[in-house]
């Protein structure tokens, strides 16, 4: 595509510097105790309760609910995190309209799931607002070192039910904040008010957990000197690559990672400061495109628009989450793909062609094409591996990411590995905490005999 001398638009303090502390303020807010009692009271609880079964950490979601509409928001609160030490955050970002408020009694008959996740928060944040001890016990010690690499949902997991045991844990975290991708890569509407840091403190306060910040596997630390140096190791780093469009002018400085993006945001003390396109355009299908988008929208982007190269129905992102997105004004257009990005003399995108897509037996293109103008591109067409990492230790591979068993057993006898990084994961929080817990219970099993 010819080169032309228009210069995108981009710039901070697009809005009334007032107007950003209410755009990103709680996307839903929080239930008081008399709403969290009222909805309690519209819990059958189902003898088979179909939510607990979709939940992939198996809360007691009956049981945690009567406690609620008993008044035990506390004893709701311990119920919650005897499965899910996060349940925090889950019950701010777990996608529960497609889990357990989906299997719903109330929403198969009526629409009208009860509040699950509201339920959920209430209880917890609750207990952290109220408490004054950490709900469990460290054993004693055993004199045995787990080492762990990341800091995120899954690795936080593993350490707290770890620590339980009475192991000793040293997180390895390649940023310098702990969190992974509650404190880097999920909204800021969504965790507010510094959550995902008050979780870590709370999940580390049952002591015997170290993390050690700005320790990167491959660059700082290597996974020989972590096998040889303690009796397990759990690999819990996502997935630390980001997949590019493929196209010429990818790496312009507008053309931009979108994982990166929300993390500078989120890490920012100054949302006015942060500078905005006055047309983005973003490309992608899941939670990464849907967070973008909203964000941009809330910074002062005048037209944001989600391209992805499927039907609606094939989006990762849930029916919920492309629902938010257009009730802040973002535009999701279907059936496209990036052909070309449009650049000026200067290299510097301004807008990016695509073409229409059809399933024809496999998805392919037409022929025609679009043009939109863009002062920002952002890719959230996934993530992948970094080759390289695991040095002179061998791992079994699948499709890139590490292969386990159920147990989350790698191919090395002293290596587990959960969330992103293994073979066949969900990329949600509350799975990765699953995986978490689970290598848990398995490293604990081999290291006690």
């Known amino acids: 595509m010819a080169p032309n001398r228009v210069s995108p638009d981009i710039q901070a303090g697009r809005l009334p510097a007032d107007q950003y502390a209410d755009n990103f303020d709680d996307l839903h807010e929080p239930l008081d105790r008399h709403e969290a009692v009222v909805e309690a009271d519209r819990c059958y609880f189902c003898y088979d309760a179909p939510c607990q079964t979709a939940c992939p950490t198996s809360i007691d979601i009956p049981m945690f609910i009567r406690q609620i509409s008993t008044g035990n928001a506390n004893g709701a609160a311990r119920t919650i995190f005897d499965q899910n030490i996060l349940g925090g955050m889950c019950a701010r970002v777990c996608p529960t309209e497609t889990l357990c408020e989906e299997v719903c009694v109330r929403e198969v008959a009526e629409g009208k799931p009860v509040k699950i996740g509201l339920l959920q928060r209430y209880a917890t944040d609750h207990f952290l607002e109220t408490a004054e001890q950490h709900p469990y016990e460290r054993?004693?010690?055993?004199?045995?070192?787990?080492?762990?690499?990341?800091?995120?949902?899954?690795?936080?997991?593993?350490?707290?039910?770890?620590?339980?045991?009475?192991?000793?844990?040293?997180?390895?975290?390649a940023r310098e904040k702990a969190g992974g991708l509650n404190e880097h890569g999920i909204a800021a509407y969504k965790t507010t008010e510094n959550f995902a840091q008050r979780e870590v403190d709370f999940i580390t306060g049952i002591g015997g957990i170290a993390i050690r910040n700005g320790m990167a596997l491959g660059r700082d630390v290597t996974l020989d000197d972590l096998v040889a140096g303690h009796d397990a190791v759990f690999l819990g780093m996502g997935l630390p690559g980001v997949n590019d469009l493929g196209l010429e002018g990818d790496d312009a400085d507008n053309c931009i990672d979108a994982v990166a993006y929300i993390e500078k945001l989120r890490q920012t003390d100054d949302l006015s400061a942060l500078p905005v396109g006055r047309n983005i355009v973003v490309i992608g299908g899941g939670m990464t495109?849907?967070?973008?988008?909203?964000?941009?929208?809330?910074?002062?982007?005048?037209?944001?628009?989600?391209?992805?190269?499927?039907?609606?129905?094939?989006?990762?992102?849930?029916?919920?989450?492309?629902?938010?997105?257009?009730?802040?004004?973002?535009?999701?257009?279907?059936?496209?793909?990036?052909?070309?990005?449009?650049?000026?003399?200067?290299?510097?995108?301004?807008?990016?062609?695509?073409?229409?897509?059809?399933?024809?037996?496999?998805?392919?293109?037409?022929?025609?094409?679009?043009?939109?103008?863009?002062?920002?591109?952002?890719?959230?067409?996934?993530?992948?591996?970094?080759?390289?990492?695991?040095?002179?230790?061998?791992?079994?591979?699948?499709?890139?990411?590490?292969?386990?068993?159920?147990?989350?057993r790698t191919s090395h006898d002293k290596v587990w590995a959960g969330g992103d990084c293994i073979a066949g994961g969900e990329d949600l929080t509350v799975v990765a905490v699953e995986d978490g817990k689970i290598a848990a219970a398995s490293i604990h099993k081999r290291l006690t005999g």
């Not at 037209?303 to 609606?312: F, L, S």
């Not at 399933?359 to 591996?385: R, Y």
């Open 139 to 173: 054993a004693a010690p055993t004199g045995k070192s787990v080492a762990i690499v990341g800091a995120g949902p899954a690795g936080l997991s593993c350490a707290h039910a770890l620590a339980r045991h009475g192991h000793d844990v040293t997180i390895f975290e």
């Open 289 to 408: 495109a849907i967070d973008v988008a909203v964000q941009t929208k809330l910074l002062g982007a005048e037209t944001v628009t989600i391209c992805y190269r499927r039907g609606q129905e094939q989006m990762n992102a849930s029916a919920y989450e492309q629902e938010v997105a257009q009730t802040h004004g973002v535009t999701i257009r279907h059936w496209l793909q990036p052909q070309a990005l449009v650049r000026n003399d200067d290299g510097a995108v301004t807008g990016i062609t695509l073409e229409y897509t059809a399933m024809n037996g496999k998805l392919s293109g037409t022929g025609e094409t679009v043009t939109l103008d863009a002062d920002q591109v952002f890719k959230a067409i996934g993530q992948k591996p970094v080759e390289g990492l695991f040095g002179g230790v061998s791992l079994d591979l699948s499709g890139g990411r590490i292969f386990t068993d159920d147990d989350r």
